[in-house]
């Protein structure tokens, strides 16, 4: 029977479905249905086809992957605590790559040869393009016995719920009995249902029997449900997180994962509202009765900016620390994009030897671009009669006087000239056309069309421009920041010196990576590393983690320039 809870949701939500969810999976997969006892969940009644639990499949094993990894003994390693497996502590994170891009299929191979044998995706990456081309690359690496399946640890996660077009259907939804409504375009379920059929979607597009590790995606979007009235509780997530794991326990019992875990982008921040308790979740066993032994991951956000996952909060121990006491893993991702004072930085340096000279030819560049623009600003107020449009028309001005603010955070400034200044701009030109095509006896109607053209050509080129130069002052606080970092800590992986590493292309991004694969509680770090270059900056990483002690990190933490950006 369905709880309370069930039925409500499930009038609440119920929906049509199409797309994204593909009807068919569901209808093959069986529709999970929960009885609730003092105990907990007593039983869980699956109606449609039965998934024969004989039937395991071909998956990771300890001893193949503490073969593989013997092999590539310069890579440092970490132990899945709670099934054995060994693991490298550099992972290839899959959340940019398809299969239709050669070069990601030549990076992930070159990761494999190098000695990686953990891939971490999702399904809603790419709307499972990741999925695919990770599938298709094992395939051929399993073909020519470069790795074997036994060897390689796969994970996937899912919850997000992304439709393929802007608008969402209604449908989707159907055999979702509970899910949260973000937006008009994104949706989040952990819904048994639902996960069923992306596990069975995954498994497909992966060409596998079985996941090594499943895990819910960012579980806490769900409190920012839009639709319910009040919202959705954290104490209404902490028992779908529960009843979720209790349907996962079933699909370890079948043999089509082998554990699971959260990802989560708060599971780590005490002090965030979103923020989810590891140890709370750890309690909800007592009432729903899930195992213990198949929690077996984590995964959350490491960086240098970011710590929070390896700090400890006066008596609060850190997330990382938390996981260890339970034996549960910690996986982390986001090593090289950090978001420091509420700014999103991007920790890469490429390209620094030549950064001197490209400023000053940029800046160059931008003085004609505004002189340029701020001429046909002039000229038009001549052309036309009606002042109030010729005033839209200021932006050089506008844009000139905030160079400095813009430059000071790259990744908004870019949002800021693509998806306000540019379309304002083109709103106002197409004002500018339709006044004038409206005005038949008008004269130098070319002329003005001519300027139109010719101002919007301007604009666009100067923005660019503009985002061109945030970019370069970016660049030049990461090459401040790699070098102050390579002066407190002799042991970074450097381009340059007696130990130098040939051919780095970024040498903050390695020290960044090096620094998070450093910390003994972290067990992999994910790594998105779609071209081989970016794999050899990795792996050079890893293998100098190692030359970093408890006295370097604590070294590194204390830098000025990192200083006061952890999440509070």
Not at 278 to 299: H, P, Y
Not at 401 to 408: H, T, V
Not at 410 to 437: G, Q, W
Request: hydrophobic share 40%; with cysteine; aromatic share 8%.
């Amino acid at each position: 029977m369905l709880s309370s809870f069930s039925v409500h949701a499930t009038q609440r939500y119920q929906r049509p479905l199409s797309r994204t969810l593909s009807s068919v999976a569901f209808r093959q997969e069986s529709l999970w249905r929960q009885g609730r006892t003092e105990t907990g969940i007593a039983n869980s009644v699956r109606i449609g086809i039965q998934i024969s639990r004989s039937v395991h499949g071909v998956a990771a094993t300890s001893d193949a992957t503490a073969a593989f990894m013997s092999k590539h003994p310069a890579l440092p390693t970490a132990t899945l605590p709670k099934r054995g497996l060994v693991l490298s502590k550099l992972g290839f994170g899959a959340y940019r790559v398809n299969p239709s891009q050669s070069v990601h299929r030549a990076a992930l191979v070159k990761a494999v040869q190098a000695g990686v044998n953990v891939i971490d995706t999702s399904s809603h990456f790419g709307h499972g393009a990741s999925e695919k081309f990770i599938g298709e690359t094992l395939e051929g690496l399993f073909k020519q016995d470069a790795i074997k399946r036994e060897q390689v640890v796969v994970v996937s996660k899912a919850g997000f719920i992304l439709p393929p077009t802007t608008e969402f259907p209604a449908q989707e939804l159907e055999n979702v009995p509970s899910y949260a409504a973000i937006s008009a375009t994104s949706y989040h379920s952990i819904h048994p249902n639902y996960l069923k059929a992306q596990i069975s979607q995954s498994l497909d597009r992966l060409k596998m029997d079985k996941l090594d590790i499943f895990m819910l995606n960012n579980p806490e979007r769900m409190l920012g449900d839009r639709m319910l009235p009040g919202g959705f509780s954290k104490s209404r997530l902490y028992k779908e997180i529960a009843e979720a794991f209790a349907f996962l326990d079933t699909e370890v019992e079948a043999g089509r994962i082998g554990g699971y875990g959260i990802c989560s982008n708060a599971l780590h921040i005490p002090t965030t509202e979103d923020h989810l308790s590891l140890k709370t979740i750890l309690k909800t066993r007592q009432d729903f009765g899930w195992k213990l032994e198949n929690f077996v991951a984590v995964q959350a956000p490491l960086n240098l900016f970011e710590r929070d996952l390896v700090t400890d909060v006066e008596s609060t121990k850190s997330l990382a620390e938390e996981a260890k006491e339970n034996d549960i893993f910690v996986f982390t991702n986001r090593p090289l994009n950090a978001i420091a004072a509420g700014q999103i930085v991007t920790l890469e340096n490429k390209g620094q030897h030549n950064r001197q000279e490209n400023s000053v030819k940029l800046l160059e560049t931008l003085d004609l671009g505004f002189s340029s623009l701020a001429n046909m600003e002039l000229d038009i107020k001549d052309m036309i009669e009606e002042e109030s449009l010729a005033m839209k028309f200021v932006w050089s001005e506008v844009l000139s006087e905030n160079l400095a603010r813009l430059s000071s955070n790259y990744f908004a400034a870019k949002h800021f000239l693509e998806r306000e200044v540019l379309p304002a701009i083109d709103r106002d030109l197409k004002i500018l056309e339709d006044s004038t095509n409206d005005q038949p006896d008008m004269e130098d109607k070319d002329a003005i069309f001519t300027w139109i053209q010719r101002y919007r050509r301007e604009a666009q080129m100067l923005t660019k421009d503009i985002g061109l130069f945030c970019q370069l002052d970016s660049d030049k606080r990461n090459d401040e920041l790699n070098l102050v970092l390579g002066l407190i800590c002799r042991e970074f992986v450097s381009d340059v010196g007696e130990d130098k590493v040939d051919n780095i292309g970024s040498p903050l991004s390695t020290k960044s990576i090096q620094y998070c694969i450093a910390h003994e509680n972290v067990g992999c770090t994910l790594v998105g590393m779609r071209t081989p270059d970016y794999v050899h900056d990795a792996v050079a990483a890893a293998e100098a983690s190692r030359r970093l002690t408890k006295r370097d990190l604590s070294l590194i933490e204390q830098c000025p320039l990192l200083l006061n950006t952890t999440s509070e």
